[in-house]
């Protein structure tokens, strides 16, 4: 099950829900005011950003652990 990001109309409280993909557009209620008109966010990610005199080639894959593109 998915973990969706809403933010509710009437307080602007951003909070997380996992909700099936077939309920995907409903409108959850706010847990903090308990408005029933919320909308979904876009969630954003991190992303690692290479220094300013470094290359940006995706084929460059130094990391300072030597675990190479798997999560810790």
């Avoid at 099950?1 to 557009?25: G, I, R, W």
């Avoid at 959850?28 to 992303?47: L, N, Q």
């Avoid at 080639?57 to 130094?62: A, K, Q, T, V, Y």
Wanted: net charge positive.
């Amino acid at each position: 099950m998915p973990l969706y990001e809403y933010q509710c109309d009437q307080c602007q409280h951003t909070f997380e829900k996992m909700v099936p993909f077939s309920q995907a557009d409903s409108s959850p209620e706010c847990p903090r005011c308990h408005h029933d008109i919320t909308r979904r966010r876009i969630s954003t990610i991190a992303a690692r950003l290479t220094s300013s005199g470094g290359s940006s080639n995706s084929s460059d894959s130094s990391c300072s652990s030597g675990s190479r593109g798997r999560f810790t």
